[in-house]
């Protein structure tokens, strides 16, 4: 079963690969390795949950903002990869969670970034993480991600 | 010697590895890199050095902090490589320190894990390093730390 | 054209290397790959465009800090590869900058790496990035780098 038609099966869809807003690619190969630019959860351009996690943007919408950063991050990875089905697997994930002072759930967000991997590639999506309390984000988003992963 | 033995000879013990809190991996092997998640200074389950450094936390405590997340990504390495005694060298490390605004001596912090690294390793300790400020971590604690070893 | 010819066309010279201050080195090389130590604009010892970007450094200023600390991330580089001409592609970066809260333009800070690297090595200059917003940065710099570089 494609990553494609798993995506469908969940009632996702793989998204447009975001555009860099400067001299920079969505991401880039070297070797196996995939390196994933840092990405939120405007999927094709439409931006959503802006602000900062604790004040504006809730814990359950935090989850979802990871999740469709994922989602980004999925596109970006098929765009150096010649397609998403020639990921190998997930190596690794940095979340950056914009929040308020004091903020402690980052890893509940990035939850929603685990679990599609996980549902998504099974143990090949396991991966190693780390979750980051920032203080600002590009555009006033809630989340950002970059990824690793090892392609065909 | 092993790196169990020179812990030892330092007062300190390799800790158990980290349990993941969701759907990703103490670390991740890709060739004969491996990727940690990123540890805190809670060994063997007990949280210590609980809050902002330059306000509940002193800048000693924050030493001590990120050496504990740095034997916690020891334990995480070993995990993915068979062993700690299988890693070749250190390749980089991140730091993340929950600090308050204007707070400068984030590299002061990660000195407890290069120090500890140079102890252990020698040479093959040396490492590419940065060392970041931050307004929030996970559960509160004063520093995060992601590091990337070669192995065997 | 060799990249220090490159650099002094435009304007621009390779900087010492920057010294660490602590048990780490300003690059690490594993396999084809070099990480370099997060870098900042001080350039041969003397800072620049320190403070809070949004308050005491301006757009202009961060996309400055961004460029010199990226002439330091090519410096680091050489160190380890044995001269800057040895750098085959540049593949990562990860840029932190020094913000106050809601600063959302981190991105154009950033393109003053991502401008350079097009400039230098064309191409092979493009990158994946992350651009990301923090409350505090060492010896309170503006914008704080790394970078990976697949080197000959």
Chains 1, 2, 3 share one sequence.
């Not at 390196?35 to 359950?60: C, H, L, P």
């Not at 999740?67 to 089905?85: E, F, S």
Request: glycine letters at 10%.
């Amino acid at each position: 079963m494609s990553i494609e038609s798993k995506l469908i099966a969940l009632g996702l869809a793989l998204p447009d690969v975001p555009k860099p807003v400067g001299n920079y690619r969505p991401a880039k190969r070297v070797g196996s390795l995939v390196f994933t630019s840092g990405q939120t959860a405007r999927i094709n351009g439409v931006r959503r949950y802006v602000g900062k996690v604790g004040r504006e943007v809730s814990d359950e919408e935090a989850y979802l903002s990871a999740r469709d950063a994922a989602l980004n991050c999925l596109a970006c990875a098929g765009w150096a990869a010649g397609g998403v089905d020639h990921i190998v697997q997930v190596v690794k994930v940095i979340g950056f969670v914009n929040c308020v002072d004091g903020y402690d759930k980052q890893p509940a967000a990035i939850n929603g970034c685990s679990d599609l991997m996980e549902r998504l590639f099974g143990e090949a999506g396991a991966h190693a993480r780390s979750a980051i309390g920032v203080n600002a984000l590009p555009s006033n988003v809630s989340v950002e991600l970059e990824m690793v992963f090892e392609v065909a």
